[in-house]
């Protein structure tokens, strides 16, 4: 073969190919299965991961405080309505009554977080995070003392109803007052941190709550101290200034010449069906959190027949645990995204089921829920980043709060159901007979309902995660209102409105 002829056939064989991947271009993209585009959409390639104690001290004096007065309020918050389950049983030995009537608090409680949720929430978003926070405190501060000193069950019940109105105003205020202040890559770690504010407060309240049995006392101290406690916040709050957020997007509805309404209007017009999925969203989220711990206690105690120090060192086991998961998932899904480490703990909390609920002797158990409450409350720890971020910018200090205290309602029954089927179908022994305790009386399958209720909880939870969105590391301070189309209105689409209204003022400095 001639140079020439070997020229010409790899000239040939060039245009083949070129031929031959215009084709491959012109051609649609093959269509990727639904279980690989679910993949692509939950996990990406994680971001680089920041130093941890880089994170914790970079935040400033007005940060620090801020934050640290979020934090101590929630955890408060925690401790107050935790008192009712640790001291669930003698409660209501004092009222002559069954844990599951006591339990009913816990949901009264629960149902009525949603209207303080509206309630403060809509002051917030129309005066700021700080002066409704301060009165909510104040309120729940009040109430808790006044439990202490229900003298039947009717009036405790309807107190803590009252309580539940408080309460539900200060996790979602408290977030967006927190979350809007500090820095974005600071945010996932934060969050977890604020979270386990509830974790702490637990806590808290089994180690007073020992101490009380410990000595014989009344279970109305409980109360009487976390009362106190509460107070303790309210003047660190003086301290706290208003969310800088907040003045922006206040300035920013002038500008626009709309009111809070109509801005709520248009963000509810075009977020309808994500506000629908928080809701959801939250409802699994306070499923796996008081399915896995209201009645734990009294399973301990009633079922397994723990002492009253078993029970505490138990349960400040798997607190901390609960700490040490949301703050390292949190801090991870800054990284690795918000839905993929809800997915993760849901997978790992489900496995860890039978270990917490059967397992052989009490060091097992211990670890099991241990482990149990490290992949619930890592689950929590990226919620307070993951709902604000969610939140179109017109009601970030309504949405959190209310998503969350909606999810509560429906979970509202959660330990009373548990309570109550657990009564039902009392555990029977080999033979078939009853089981009894050593006042002769049937001893309830608290840990059979427990271990089921969570196992679906879990599922659904999962099944939440995958099918959910996220806007992970979203700039609060550049998303301040929304037009009618759904666009985005920052600083710089405020700034150009302001020149036209001839009413911007450029900031100078002056020199010497």
């Known amino acids: 073969m001639t140079k020439e002829e070997v020229t010409k056939n790899e000239v040939e064989y060039a245009e083949n190919i070129d031929g031959i991947i215009d084709l491959k271009e012109d051609q649609p993209p093959k269509k990727k299965s639904i279980f690989v585009r679910m993949k692509d959409s939950i996990y990406q390639k994680p971001e680089k991961t920041e130093n941890v104690w880089?994170?914790?001290t970079m935040l400033n004096h007005t940060q620090r405080i801020t934050f640290?007065?979020?934090?101590?309020?929630?955890?408060?918050?925690?401790?107050?309505?935790?008192?009712?389950?640790?001291?669930?049983?003698?409660?209501?030995?004092?009222?002559?009554?069954?844990?599951?009537?006591?339990?009913?608090a816990i949901t009264t409680t629960l149902m009525l977080r949603p209207i303080g949720a509206l309630i403060f929430g809509a002051l917030a978003d129309k005066y700021g995070r700080r002066w409704p926070l301060m009165a909510d405190i104040v309120l729940f501060s009040l109430i808790n003392m006044a439990s202490g000193f229900a003298p039947n069950l009717q009036t405790f019940i309807g107190l803590r109803a009252v309580f539940g109105i408080a309460m539900g105003g200060e996790w979602g205020l408290g977030a967006s007052l927190a979350l809007e202040a500090l820095p974005i890559e600071a945010r996932g770690l934060f969050s977890g941190i604020y979270q386990e504010g509830y974790a702490c407060g637990y806590l808290l309240a089994t180690l007073i709550n020992y101490a009380i049995v410990q000595t014989n006392s009344t279970w109305r101290i409980l109360?009487?101290?976390?009362?106190?406690?509460?107070?303790?916040?309210?003047?660190?709050?003086?301290?706290?200034?208003?969310s800088e957020t907040f003045e922006k997007q206040k300035e920013a509805r002038k500008v626009l010449g709309r009111s809070l309404l109509t801005e709520v209007k248009i963000a509810a017009s075009k977020h309808w069906l994500r506000m629908i999925y928080m809701v959801i969203l939250m409802a699994f989220m306070n499923f796996l959190s008081h399915g896995s711990q209201d009645l734990y206690p009294t399973f301990l105690t009633t079922q397994l027949g723990y002492t009253a120090t078993q029970m505490t060192v138990t349960s400040v086991i798997y607190n901390i645990g609960a700490i040490c998961g949301g703050l390292i998932f949190g801090h991870l899904s800054n990284s690795f995204g918000r839905r993929f480490i809800l997915a993760v703990c849901a997978v790992c909390a489900g496995a860890f089921i039978p270990l917490w609920i059967y397992a052989p002797n009490i060091q097992a158990l211990q670890f099991g829920a241990f482990v149990m409450q490290f992949f619930v409350q890592g689950a929590w720890g990226v919620i307070p980043a993951h709902i604000n971020e969610?939140?179109?910018?017109?009601?970030?200090?309504?949405?959190?709060?209310?998503a969350y205290q909606l999810g509560n309602l429906i979970s509202a029954a959660s330990s009373q159901i548990q309570a109550t089927i657990g009564e039902k179908y009392p555990i029977r022994n080999d033979d078939g007979s009853y089981k009894l305790n050593a006042e002769g009386k049937q001893i309830a399958d608290y840990g059979l309902t427990q271990a089921i209720f969570m196992g679906c909880v879990c599922g659904c939870l999962l099944i939440a995660a995958l099918v959910g969105k996220e806007e992970r590391n979203k700039d609060f301070n550049e998303e301040l209102a929304e037009d009618k189309s759904g666009n985005i209105i920052g600083p710089s689409e405020i700034e150009v409105e302001e020149v036209e209204q001839g009413t911007y003022k450029k900031e100078t400095t002056e020199t010497s």
């Open 223 to 242: 109360f009487w101290i976390g009362a106190a406690f509460a107070l303790l916040a309210v003047v660190m709050r003086f301290w706290v200034p208003e």
């Open 68 to 104: 640290a007065a979020a934090f101590l309020g929630w955890m408060l918050d925690a401790f107050d309505f935790f008192s009712v389950s640790l001291s669930a049983t003698r409660i209501a030995e004092t009222y002559g009554v069954e844990p599951s009537a006591v339990t009913s």
């Open 390 to 402: 969610l939140s179109p910018a017109a009601f970030r200090g309504l949405l959190p709060g209310l």
């Open 54 to 56: 880089k994170l914790l």
